[in-house]
């Protein structure tokens, strides 16, 4: 299934559905209110089940809305954190180092190590849905993109084996990690991070999430992010270092609830790493393409 959330624009009403490839199904209508009409609380409450046995019993086009009809919001609007995974794929990390602003070159990214995953909390409340205008906020002049994939759990984890990982995954969604880099490189330089990531609209997330049983190979899902129209990274979760279950059993050191995400890190080809940085602007649309997951689009206001 590809679970989301949205807003019937005609009511005003926040509510739970699923894509059915057309239109937009109101599950929690559709069951009466038996379904939660919080994303977090179907994950909490194992509704996922009983969200496939309403529509399988619902008429074909109840409570059905054309996308024009709702606004999308993020899948999870607001997790109850995002943990995201730094230079999980190695042609990224190389990027990396060829970055000439000075602010890059001390930190000494050819050290990083792989002996687990790395990475860093990003706040909750930076979360956008796809087609929300991002503004770029005034503090920076370096905004740049990074297509990712955004592991969304669905059973409270706590230190599990990665044989048993996927088991507590609830689906994946598309994620755009919206960077300030002049902020970011700053704060690199204090061996801290935070404002470089955690801006208000620099997590897009969505569009919605696509459940297990309807992606063959979590670790073989193309990726390709345009800018524009131009095709600006072009990779596949197999590139990756850490694979998903890896990721989410190192991250359940940290216990994991039902909603939160984890972030698999982004390939090479942001504007960063080019001889010619033109960096994102108001007008740019940001399309995020990931096998069997959608488009998550980002237009810059």
């Known amino acids: 299934m590809k679970l989301a959330t949205f807003r019937i624009k005609s009511t005003g009403k926040q ?3 699923v894509f059915d490839g057309r239109n937009y199904r109101d599950v929690v209508a559709l069951a009466g209110g ?9 994950l909490r409450t194992g509704a996922v089940e009983h969200v496939r046995a309403v529509l399988a019993s619902a008429a074909p086009d109840a409570c059905s809305y054309a996308p024009d009809a709702i606004e999308l919001l993020s899948p999870v609007p607001r997790p109850g954190k995002i ?12 990027e990396l180092t060829t970055w000439e602003a000075p602010e890059w070159k001390e930190h000494d990214w050819d050290q990083f190590h792989y002996e687990h995953p790395t990475g860093f909390l990003e706040a909750p409340s930076c979360v956008v849905g796809s087609g929300e205008a991002v503004t770029p906020p005034p503090f920076t002049r370096q905004l740049d993109y990074e297509i990712e994939v955004g592991i969304i759990i669905g059973k409270k984890a706590l230190r599990v084996r990665v044989e048993d990982a996927l088991e507590h995954v609830a689906g994946l969604t598309i994620f755009n990690d919206l960077s300030a880099r002049d902020i970011q490189a700053r704060e690199h330089a204090n061996n801290v991070i935070l404002l470089g990531k955690s801006f208000d609209g620099s997590c897009p997330l969505g569009p919605w999430m696509v459940t297990l049983d309807e992606i063959d190979d979590v670790n073989n899902l193309d990726m390709k992010l345009y800018l524009n129209g131009e095709l600006r990274q072009n990779s596949s979760t197999k590139n990756m270092h850490y694979k998903i279950a890896e990721l989410v059993a190192w991250w359940s050191n940290i216990t994991l609830e039902p909603g939160d995400v984890i972030t698999t890190g982004s390939p090479p080809g942001v504007i960063s790493g080019m001889k010619v940085r033109n960096w994102l602007k108001a007008g740019d649309l940001i399309e995020a393409h990931v096998q069997s997951l959608g488009c998550l689009v980002t237009p810059i206001a």
């Open 15 to 17: 509510t739970v559905g």
């Open 34 to 42: 038996s379904v939660p009409d919080s994303m977090i609380e179907v």
């Open 83 to 94: 943990i995201h995974t730094s230079c999980n794929f190695r042609s990224h990390l190389d």
